[in-house]
């Protein structure tokens, strides 16, 4: 999987380099390296615009082919081990609670229970096949970024930096408000399931007594505090992603605007 996450983020990072080829070599005047112009001349007889822009196009091809597969490759086999890992945690939860004792389950409602076993291992095993493979696959496609950044001109890749750390300290200053607002939707959640069950278990005492107002009350009261809870949650989520947008959309247009000065000085390539 690492093998696989190390190849597809490489070709995400080697995508653009065919575009780099056309701009300079194809549309604009800047020669080729020569071991690249001699493997063009050997095997496609030539290393004129059109023989470059073929080259550009195959090795866009090749890019994208090797990064489906390696995309595929990686998220087969993360979702393989999530799925054992929720498997795993599973077993263990429902271990767990068949040895607890009976004053537990006085105290406790089996809803919570059964939640735990359903909806939360559920968010785990997601968050471990989808989420954690995001997370890795973006860090190196970040760290890549930077190197090749600095490689080829330090003193712009600092420009292109400088927004990073208020990203950091934008983002972690309301991680804790949202964790804490998750945790909220997550406990709100498993009661409404606990009411729900408790409710349907116990029908035919509630018609007995005619309580259905008073468990339909119980329902909304709960589902409001679990609407609630996700709004909460989603509000702070939704404020962090238009700040971040805005803050990254403000770096690029800098960007645009230094690399078009740097290009129009012969300081830097289009490409």
């Known amino acids: 999987m690492l ?10 990072l080697a995508a653009p380099w065919p575009l780099k080829v056309v701009l300079d070599n194809v549309v604009g005047r800047t020669r080729l390296p020569h071991w690249l112009d001699g493997f063009l001349r050997s095997v496609l007889g030539g290393g004129g615009k ?8 195959i090795g866009f091809i090749v890019i994208a082919a090797i990064g489906a597969v390696a995309s595929y490759i990686d998220s087969y086999t993360s979702e393989t081990v999530s799925q054992g890992v929720a498997h795993d945690l599973r077993m263990r939860t429902y271990h767990h609670l068949q040895r607890l004792s009976l004053s537990y389950y006085d105290k406790h409602r089996v ?24 997370i890795l696959v973006d860090i190196l496609s970040v760290f890549g970024m930077f190197v090749l950044m600095f490689w080829l001109n330090w003193a712009f890749a600092l420009l292109a930096a400088a927004v990073t750390p208020f990203l950091l300290w934008f983002v972690s200053r309301h991680k804790r408000a949202l964790k804490n607002a998750t945790k909220d939707m997550r406990s709100n959640e498993s009661e409404m399931v ?16 005619g309580a259905q107002e008073l468990e339909e009350s119980r329902l909304n009261q709960v589902s409001h505090a679990t609407v609630q809870s996700a709004l909460r949650t989603r509000k702070i989520k939704a404020f962090l992603s238009p ?19 740097l290009e129009v000085v012969g300081a830097m390539t289009a490409g």
């Open 3 to 12: 093998a696989a996450m190390l190849v597809e983020t490489l070709m995400g």
């Open 50 to 57: 059109a023989q470059i822009a073929l080259f550009a196009a």
């Open 111 to 134: 809803g919570a229970s059964l939640s735990t076993l359903t909806s939360d291992i559920d968010t785990i095993q997601d968050f471990a096949s989808s989420g954690t493979l995001g």
């Open 194 to 209: 606990a009411v729900e069950m408790f409710g349907l278990e116990s029908q035919r005492v509630v018609e007995a007594f």
């Open 243 to 261: 700040v971040v947008a805005v803050t990254v959309a403000a770096s690029t247009a800098f960007v645009l605007w230094r690399g078009a000065g």
